[in-house]
């Protein structure tokens, strides 16, 4: 399983290579769960660790800013990450063909989450998402949480829940990625529900994941998830 780490910036890019991370996500978490960083910023970081993943946002019901957004994105990050924070299939669809088809414009990637807490923010349940996401030939499918209050993926689905919701997505082919608040209590849950990815901020930061990104708590959690 790999692990991706979400840094703000370069210096904590850095820290999360050195740590150990598989996978390099920059976000902006003053924006939101999957809130968008700048392109300079995500270029700098290109400059210097590999392979990256750049959030684009949660998404409401834009598709041309959603594409222009990835488009962006995927000169320099190898994954694009877009949240589908709408609750309509149809404009689910839409948005997520729009963003698949600009990140392929570059050659790359693209990651289409939902949220476990859905039923809070009027989006679609993970389990849409996953068909959403193979419709559209995307090529990892996510889920973690909208709203960050301490309450992680398993306090809004049960283990066999995120069982079925990795299960459909590799049902279609597609990476499953498991994020949301996820602790080091909850790696043997993550590992038993056979995830590819998972992915921690706040896990590695001090004080939060508002907090600083730090190398010795990356280390931390990419050891206990590689044993």
């Known amino acids: 399983m790999l692990v991706l780490v979400s840094p703000k910036n370069v210096e904590e890019a850095l820290e999360a290579k050195e740590g150990g991370a598989d996978i390099i996500d920059v976000k902006n978490p003053a924006e939101g769960s999957l809130g968008a960083n700048f392109p300079w910023v995500i270029r700098e970081i290109a400059n210097f660790v590999r392979p990256i993943s750049a959030a684009i946002g949660d998404m409401v019901f ?25 609750g309509e299939i149809n404009q689910a669809l839409e948005l ?42 995307a090529d990892v499918v996510m889920v973690d949480t909208a709203v960050k209050d301490g309450k992680g993926l398993f306090d809004h689905m049960d283990f066999q829940e995120v069982v079925e919701f990795v299960d459909l997505a590799h049902s279609y082919g597609l990476l499953c990625a498991l994020a949301g608040s996820i602790g080091l209590k909850d790696i043997p849950a993550i590992k038993d529900a056979k995830a590819d990815i998972v992915g921690v901020r706040g896990a590695v930061c001090e004080n939060g994941r508002n907090g600083k990104l730090r190398k010795k708590l990356v280390e931390e959690f990419v050891k206990a998830v590689k044993n």
Do not use: C, F, H, Q
């Open 62 to 86: 834009k598709p041309g800013t959603a594409s222009l957004a990835a488009y962006s994105a995927s000169l320099w990050a190898d994954y694009v990450k877009v949240g589908l924070m709408v």
């Open 96 to 137: 997520s063909k729009a963003t698949v088809r600009a990140v392929r414009e570059n050659g790359k990637k693209a990651v289409i989450a939902s949220y476990a807490d859905y039923y809070l923010v009027n989006a679609l349940s993970p389990m849409e998402v996953v068909e959403i996401a193979a419709i559209s030939d």
